[in-house]
């Protein structure tokens, strides 16, 4: 049976409805970081300026809260990547005993928020010393998300069949070979989906290195962002949009 207009009609006014939803707050973020006088209304600027952009860049603690954030980023998700890759190949090839459980256990582990093992991981930090420590930092976001990592990389591995690893054998190729030359090349596209996603996720983390960092200069881009919330409420909304 066809969709008469009325149906048509309203689904179109729903999707836009939705559309706007999403992009009104890309909008905002774009024309507020070029007003002077940018507020939390969408409204349109009475002066277009580059001032805000200027002044993020310009500030030295952002340039190198930036510095701080992409290197904590990169190593944690080639850290992930890797250990995943890896961990993900017995998973996929071999018949583990309790794999099954193991499995479960994984998929526990990537619901579980990281800020339900705070307390003890920070004891533990002040206990070793790595507090206000970068690869502190790293350590724990790179062990937080190697079980997503995990299970990310054994449903792609799994699409995989093991008869082109058969062959690889045959030739004489070991198993990492076959992992860096056959696997790893066919499954390219998982391995940036961990990759990006594991980015994504520490770029934009905030509370970790806020706990776990006390020194301004180790803060990452997601912290120095916090100095545009002022006291009683005051918010910078022009370079905090830039």
């Given amino acids: 049976?066809?969709?008469?207009?009325?149906t048509k009609a309203f689904h179109c006014v729903l999707l836009v409805i939705i559309a706007l939803a999403f992009v009104l707050p890309l909008i905002w973020l774009v024309v507020a970081s070029l007003d002077t006088n940018a507020s939390q209304a969408l409204k349109w600027p009475t002066q277009w300026t580059l001032g805000n952009y200027a002044d993020v860049i310009s500030n030295e603690g952002n340039r190198r809260g930036f510095g701080i954030g992409l290197e904590i980023s990169l190593i944690e998700s080639a850290i992930v990547t890797l250990?995943?890759?890896?961990?993900?190949?017995?998973?996929?090839?071999?018949?583990?005993?309790?794999?099954?459980q193991f499995m479960y256990v994984i998929l526990f582990m990537t619901s579980l928020p990281m800020i339900a093992v705070i307390v003890p991981v920070y004891k533990v930090f002040l206990s070793f010393g790595f507090l206000n420590s970068i690869p502190g930092v790293i350590l724990y976001l790179s062990a937080s998300g190697i079980p997503y990592g995990i299970w990310l990389m054994k449903n792609f591995m799994d699409t995989i069949p093991i008869s082109l690893e058969e062959a690889a054998w045959v030739d004489g190729a070991t198993t990492l070979q076959s992992i860096r030359k056959v696997v790893a090349p066919l499954m390219f596209s998982g391995i940036c989906v961990v990759f990006i996603y594991t980015f994504s996720?520490?770029?934009?983390?905030?509370?970790?290195?806020?706990?776990?960092?006390?020194?301004?200069?180790?803060?990452?881009?997601?912290?120095?962002?916090?100095?545009y919330f002022g006291q009683h409420g005051a918010i910078a909304y022009g370079p905090l949009a830039a």
């Fill in 1 to 6: 049976m066809g969709i008469n207009a009325k």
């Fill in 83 to 100: 250990v995943s890759l890896l961990a993900a190949y017995p998973l996929s090839r071999y018949n583990l005993c309790y794999k099954k």
């Fill in 201 to 227: 996720g520490s770029w934009g983390n905030f509370f970790i290195p806020y706990i776990l960092l006390s020194s301004p200069d180790k803060m990452p881009a997601s912290v120095i962002l916090y100095q």
